[in-house]
């Protein structure tokens, strides 16, 4: 591993943080260091306070911010002669700590200090760096763990046994420190856990975490342990709709819909047939503070009743000797492996299932390194109960608030590269949901750099097309439970003599043959929505009120609107849900230049923004309206309502 420091970007880091700043970025830069949140840094500033008196201030990462992304307002500064005096308490509980450290912050408003506080508090050195390096923790996991760092580190690391994080760990880092640093001590290994590093400014503190790490990479190298090795996979396979039945049991479990994200990649797929994959996957986690993220243990197979139990017995092994009364979380897996599907992460959100598979990814690495020192073996189920259960960790999570109305519900938009589709995308996403946008148009693979949006480039006229948009639609996300029927085209005018038989066929095609073909392959996967499917149906104001000049349009888009009608009888008993709406006049879509708008108004003898808010109530319709009406069509304030059609036009005197 390389130091990746460079004088004239550490520059750019102004003010007294700027160096904790930028050397906590190089850190958080490297996924194999540090992952969503992991790991912590802090620096120790002298700094005088409104009444001109000098005091030392600890300025440590607050939770709620990764490192690679960290600013100076992600260092929430606390009194440290005070912390340091809580540390030499005898005793200190979690609750007491935590109350002591937010009220001894320095800055109202500053995120809620690390758990870790204590620990790099005790510290001597200015700048502490700690990480949960991968090698580390393949070294420290392997037999003999501790006298292999030993061996590897000599007297330039303090080695600490595994101690849950908190008062206790910080107290018997402080003895150790003490009675075992030497003058050439630059770091401390917390076996199962990671690593720390120290020194006198952002730099040495850095780089030393670096050697350290770096020292650690060789030895593995050296014993054929560094290249991750697996065996061959066979291809996989599993149908979209076993995957949409899987999710569904998964939520009902759960209490909630989840996604679930498949990876069927080489080695999520090697590792889930290994042949001791039961062995290796059944200790635990690399680092125990995944487990809030990841549950102790995948679910090997598909048997999700079968996982409850063993989980509830976990629960009920341990629970009982903790310190205070624990209630049992939902005892639905987060984690998959299984020879034919791969990896599944299962998440309350896309981003959540994306970090579990992160996660994992990195954590076969580490057991398959460590097996090839001689066996991986995890924490004891006892300690990860701790952690998993742990108040400190389950407030992090609950932090995050009220969940937004779709939160772990997918679902899939045509046409949404532009105009009203893309509105409909940005609606659903603001709802919680994650997405899958099919358009034509390439440009739509380029919008989707975020774990809650897949954009695929899909012509919805081809079945074989859109098959393949679901499966992956599936394989990201693990089902479909919302519909916008939104992809259409408006031929050119033409009066009904004159309406050419491409026009035609092309109007049928993409307005209504795309739609029945789409509605006919997701059938499957609403039925196993966790709160049942639901489809909205883009429609026109031409189906109530059609125009001259656009039979092909107008006729298509009532052929739309019966089959609608008629999914809304024969689904019901599904507990499916369609609902059309027919918007008129929104002019901010890609089917609308300037310069037609300009023709149209100047047609009717109207200002441009005379002919936009040419309806009863002379206003506005954008997209966006639009799109909004779309997604509470799909939320609860329509739960009761199937087979509706709302027009929204502004009020239109031959729709009334
Ligand atoms: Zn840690």
Redesign the pocket.
């Known amino acids: 591993m390389k130091s990746l420091w460079n004088d004239a970007d550490a520059a750019q880091h102004a003010g007294p943080l700027g160096p904790r700043v930028y050397s906590s970025r190089l850190l958080g830069r490297d996924k194999s260091l540090v992952l969503h949140g992991?790991?912590n840094t802090s620096v120790k500033l002298r700094e005088k306070n409104l009444f001109g008196e000098e005091q030392d201030v600890l300025y440590v990462k607050g939770s709620g911010w990764d490192l690679e992304s960290i600013e100076a307002a992600g260092f929430t500064p606390v009194d440290l002669a005070y912390v340091r005096r809580l540390a030499g308490l005898p005793a200190l509980s979690d609750p007491q700590m935590v109350n002591e450290l937010n009220t001894h912050m320095l800055r109202a408003g500053a995120p809620a200090p690390s758990v870790?506080t204590l620990l790099h508090a005790v510290l001597p050195h200015a700048y502490v760096d700690?990480t949960?390096a991968d090698v580390v923790l393949s070294v420290s996991n392997a037999p003999r763990g501790a006298e292999r760092i030993r061996a590897l580190y000599g007297d330039r690391v303090v080695i600490i046994p595994y101690v849950m994080?908190g008062f206790d760990l910080a107290a018997y880092c402080a003895r150790a420190l003490r009675d075992e640093a030497g003058p050439k001590t630059i770091g401390m290994v917390l076996l199962s856990?990671?690593m720390f590093s120290f020194g006198a400014d952002a730099r040495e503190s850095y780089e030393r975490m670096i050697e350290l790490v770096s020292i650690a990479e060789d030895e593995l190298a050296r014993q054929q342990a560094w290249a991750v090795r697996l065996p061959e996979a066979r291809p996989g396979s599993v149908a979209r709709q076993t995957l949409a039945e899987l999710r569904g049991a998964v939520s009902a479990v759960a209490g909630a819909p989840m996604i679930l994200r498949r990876n069927a990649g080489p080695k999520f797929l090697a590792f889930a047939q290994h042949p001791e994959v039961a062995r290796l996957s059944q200790q635990g986690p690399a680092t125990p503070?995944h487990v809030i993220r990841t549950k102790p243990l995948p679910m090997l197979g598909t048997d999700v009743a079968a996982f409850g139990t063993q989980y509830t017995a976990y629960f009920e092994r341990h629970a009982p000797q903790a310190k205070d009364a624990k209630t049992m979380l939902d005892t639905a897996p987060r984690m998959l492996l299984d020879r034919e599907i791969g990896f599944v992460a299962i998440g309350r959100t896309a981003k959540d299932a994306a970090i579990v598979e992160d996660l994992y990814d990195h954590t076969i690495d580490v057991i398959l390194r460590a097996e090839a020192l001689g066996g991986w073996r995890a924490v004891s189920e006892r300690d990860l109960f701790e952690i998993e259960y742990w108040d400190l960790e389950q407030a992090k999570l609950r932090r995050s608030g009220a969940a937004p109305a779709f939160t772990g519900e997918v679902a899939l938009v045509t046409g949404a590269a532009s105009g009203i589709g893309r509105a409909c995308v940005d609606a659903f996403l603001r709802r919680g949901a994650a997405v899958v946008a099919l358009d034509r148009s390439a440009a739509i693979a380029e919008t989707a750099n975020r774990p809650d949006l897949l954009g695929l480039q899909c012509d919805v006229t081809d079945p074989q097309a859109l098959a393949r948009a679901l499966d992956d639609g599936v394989e990201r996300f693990g089902g479909i439970d919302m519909l916008v029927l939104n992809a259409g085209v408006f031929p050119a005018t033409q009066p009904v003599a004159e309406v050419s038989q491409d026009a035609w066929r092309t109007a049928m095609s993409v307005n209504v043959e795309a739609n029945l073909h789409l509605l006919q392959l997701s059938h499957p996967l609403l039925k196993h929505a966790p709160r049942s499917g639901r489809v909205v149906v883009i429609g026109s104001k031409n189906v109530i009120a059609p125009g001259p000049g656009a039979a092909a349009y107008s006729a298509s888009k009532a052929a739309l609107n019966q089959l609608a009608r008629v999914t809304a009888l024969e689904w019901a008993s599904d507990g499916i849900r369609i609902n059309a709406l027919h918007p008129d006049a929104v002019y901010d879509t890609g089917l609308w230049t300037d310069a037609l708008l300009a023709s149209r108004a100047k047609a009717y003898g109207m200002s441009v923004e005379q002919y936009r808010r040419k309806n009863l109530l002379g206003t506005e319709v954008t997209s966006r309206d639009v799109a909004e009406l779309a997604a509470e069509m799909c939320g609860p304030l329509f739960a009761k309502t199937t087979a509706a059609q709302v027009p929204i036009d502004g009020g239109n005197a031959r729709v009334v």
């Open positions: 992991g790991g870790e700690h949960h994080p856990h990671g503070d």
